[in-house]
């Protein structure tokens, strides 16, 4: 089935320690997005991709870094972790209508 | 500046019973509208959009920007509607961005 697949699904890292975690989707969608799930809050937008055009939200901080090496393939770089990075992330893919498709999410434990 | 407030954290309720999860909306513009649902174990998907004007399993929202909000109502719950549900607002710029709300949780009892 198409879908969007995320890598890891559970991952812990030590503070400071670079990670990296990976989004693939089989949809051949022009846009794809990272979130950032804190416990019991909305989901919320990092940034995104519209092919290679890299769309920044502008309270994203600096230590959050993305790749789009190609159109199935999305990372989300976190140079130097802190203990308030831990989160689940969603990954999603569209093909720039109304609808997200998402992944299953990526669980990040900072230690 | 755009914000979606879903002021439930947790909706229970008796299967058979009607439900409403509410949703409130803050944006100067035309707002486009969103329900997101997340089943146990399952991924975040879409449910409804307000310009559909859809019934999707039994579920429907009505946008009233008098009352600037997007309520999804079910008139009989079943036992599978149990859920995180999520409303969502599309944001200018960028291409489909959404601004999600908190969530609500719906927990429907035998």
């Known amino acids: 089935d198409a879908m969007v697949i995320q890598n890891p699904r559970y991952q812990v890292t030590q503070f400071g320690k670079p990670v990296t975690l990976s989004c693939s989707q089989t949809?051949?969608?022009?846009?794809m997005y990272w979130y950032q799930q804190k416990s019991s809050q909305a989901p919320k937008l990092l940034f995104h991709?519209?092919?290679?055009?890299?769309?920044n939200e502008a309270d994203t901080p600096d230590n959050f870094q993305s790749r789009r090496p190609n159109t199935s393939f999305c990372f989300l770089d976190i140079r130097s972790p802190g203990l308030g990075d831990t989160a689940m992330y969603l990954c999603?893919?569209?093909?720039?209508?109304?609808?997200?498709?998402f992944g299953p999410g990526t669980r990040l434990l900072v230690l | 500046a755009q914000r979606v407030t879903q002021p439930e954290k947790l909706l229970s309720v008796f299967k058979g019973a009607p439900v409403e999860l509410k949703c409130n909306y803050s944006?100067?513009?035309?707002?486009?509208l969103f329900w997101y649902v997340q089943y146990s174990r399952q991924r975040l998907q879409l449910l409804l959009r307000?310009?559909s004007r859809e019934s999707i399993k039994g579920f429907t929202a009505d946008l009233n920007k008098g009352e600037t909000s997007f309520h999804l109502k079910k008139p009989f719950a079943q036992e599978e509607d149990s859920a995180m549900y999520y409303c969502?607002?599309?944001?200018?710029?960028?291409?489909?961005?959404?601004?999600f709300g908190a969530g609500t949780r719906l927990a429907v009892h035998p």
């Open positions: 999603a893919s569209s093909p720039g209508d109304e609808t997200q498709y």
């Open positions: 944006y100067s513009g035309s707002p486009e």
């Open positions: 307000h310009i």
């Open positions: 969502a607002l599309r944001s200018p710029g960028g291409y489909n961005k959404l601004i």
């Open positions: 991709y519209y092919d290679k055009d890299f769309n």
């Open positions: 949809l051949n969608h022009n846009v």
